[in-house]
Every structure is written in C-alpha cells, then in structure tokens.
C-alpha cells in the first residue's frame, strides 16, 4: 500500500482517543474530571494539596498526579488529611480504584501507610527507582492514623486552576533537588494513503535525555495486522531516541498488550481487575 507520514491534527488526536474507548472494555460511562484540594494556613497560603483526575477510558478509576505538602508543614497529619479527603470524593464519584506514582527519594512508605501496595516497579535511567501503587477502595482498608494529627486544625477544601500552580510549583521544586526539569518533545504523527485519507496514528512524548511515553497508537479496523502500527510505533521510538531517550513506557491492557509484547516491550507489572474483569499492564522498552 501507498502512504506517507505526517503531523497529527488536535482534531485527529481527539479522534483516535474516541476510538481507543471505544475498544476499551467499560466499567461505567462517566465524564472525565480533574480534583484540586488545597490546604491553607492562617495567613491563606497554601501549605499542601493534590491534584487528582478521572482516570481516561472512564475504568472507575482515579490517578493521584500529584501530592504536596510544604516542607514546613510535614510530619503534622496533613498529607494524611488530603489522601483520606481525595479518597472519600473518589468513593462518591463510583470510583473503586485509586492509583498513583512516586519514586525511591519521595513518599512510598507514607502511601503504603495508608493501605497502598506496590504493583511496578522500574529502574529509571537517572538512578532513582519509580514505582506504581494501587488501592481497591472497595475493599474496607483501615483509615491510617497519624501519631502527630497538629495539622488537624486546618482544612481541606476545593481548590481551583490557580491553586493547582501553586501545588505543581512546590512538588517541582521537591524534585529539582533528584531529578532535573526535562524538555518535552511531542511526537504526533500519521500515515495517510496516496488520496490523503487518515490510515493509522501514534501520540506520543519524549523527555529530552530521559525517557518517552508512548501514549496511543491506532490504526483503523480493516487495515490491522499489515504492520502500519509497528511502523509508527518506530518512528516515535526513532525520535525518542533522537532526543536522547533511552527507554520508551507505555500502558496497555489485555486486550492489546500482545502488540506491545510483539514489538519488544516487557511488562513492569500488572494492575489487576481494572477494568472489572481484566488486567491493565505498564511496560517499557530500552532503545
């Protein structure tokens, strides 16, 4: 077959995600949605908060982006405060699943506190360990109880676009002491025949000197199993590596990680019955 390459549109992109769930198996159709929960001082300063979303293909399932308390204000039941609060909003939006990701200089043993288990682990190239964590909120884990709860007389509350910057701010300038701020290169790109017409698609993204993400790859039903993704696929490893990454992630689940697996990427771990009844996998390729 005739085709070339070139740049994915944002409305092609929108597309391919639209397909994606659609093959994905659903536990409940519900909008996507993204938590903000700050935490203030005396003074109105934001002192911790996290930021969550509804985790994409609708699974019941929300991700914990990120977790910040200021270093001041540590060891004081705050962090504690903000978990138990984005978990019970989880609970009442039907999520039965909480997810989310840190590293061997940040806070797994508090996670794991509070009922958290790892299920990946992963050797990043800058040294430091990542890992994945998982906790089934329908299964009547004991609320963790801090031995210093001072932090008890502030509050958590909602929070907005603005407090979002401040939370992102302070866990950036966390990490810059471990691990240096990356620049993103995006890789969208698409085959198309020789009449233009849309045949496969990959999104993806590299953090230059470190590591990509492979974040979909779809090829439309009648031209499956012709290579046209293992094409693609390729080129973004191309690129990554043409950026300075060494190693590319990806998730996938049962229904498709064969592709993965048939293109040389090993799985990191298995993240079972999500959806309900089957398993989702992170994996990773060296390039």
């Known amino acids: 077959m005739e085709y070339r390459i070139e740049d994915l549109t944002g409305e092609e992109a929108t597309r391919i995600g639209g ?32 930021i969550a979303e509804a985790y994409e293909y609708h699974w019941s399932r929300m991700f914990l982006d990120v977790l910040w308390v200021d270093e001041r204000c540590r060891r004081h039941g705050i ?39 790892v299920f990946t682990t992963l050797k990043n190239p800058n ?18 109880v801090p031995t210093d709860n001072s932090g008890a007389r ?26 240096p701020e990356y620049e993103s290169v995006v890789f969208c790109r ?11 698609g990959v999104i993806a993204d590299a953090d230059k000197g470190s590591r ?7 090829v439309e039903e009648p031209l499956r199993r ?24 990806t998730n996938a689940g049962d229904w498709n990680v064969d592709f993965f697996k048939k293109n ?7 993240l079972k019955d999500v959806p309900k009844g089957h398993s989702c996998f992170e994996l990773y390729k060296m390039i």
Not at 80 to 106: D, P, W
Not at 190 to 200: E, I, S, T
Not at 264 to 270: K, T
Request: charged share 30%; glycine share 12%; proline share 1%.
């Open 226 to 249: 012709q290579g046209l993704g293992t094409y693609l696929l390729k080129e973004a490893e191309k690129s990554a590596k043409e950026n300075g990454a060494s190693m590319v992630l």
């Open 127 to 144: 040294g430091y360990i990542s890992y994945s964590l998982v906790k089934y909120l329908d299964r009547g884990a004991a609320d963790y």
């Open 264 to 270: 040389g990427y090993l799985l990191r771990g298995e």
């Open 19 to 50: 397909k994606i769930v659609e093959i994905v198996p659903h536990e409940v159709d519900a909008d996507e949605e993204t938590f903000v929960l700050k935490v203030e001082n005396e003074n109105g300063e934001i002192i911790g908060g996290c």
């Open 79 to 117: 962090g504690s405060m903000i978990i138990r609060e984005i978990e019970r909003i989880a609970r009442e939006k039907g999520c039965r699943v909480m997810t989310l990701g840190t590293a061997s200089y940040m806070a797994r043993p508090f996670y794991e506190k509070h009922g958290y288990t």
């Open 212 to 218: 990509a993400f492979i974040k979909a790859v779809f």
């Open 154 to 179: 502030f509050t958590v509350s909602l929070g907005a676009g603005d407090d979002a910057g401040v939370i992102e701010n302070g866990i950036k300038a966390y990490n810059k002491a471990y691990e």
């Open 190 to 200: 698409k085959l198309v025949d020789k009449d233009g017409r849309f045949l496969a």
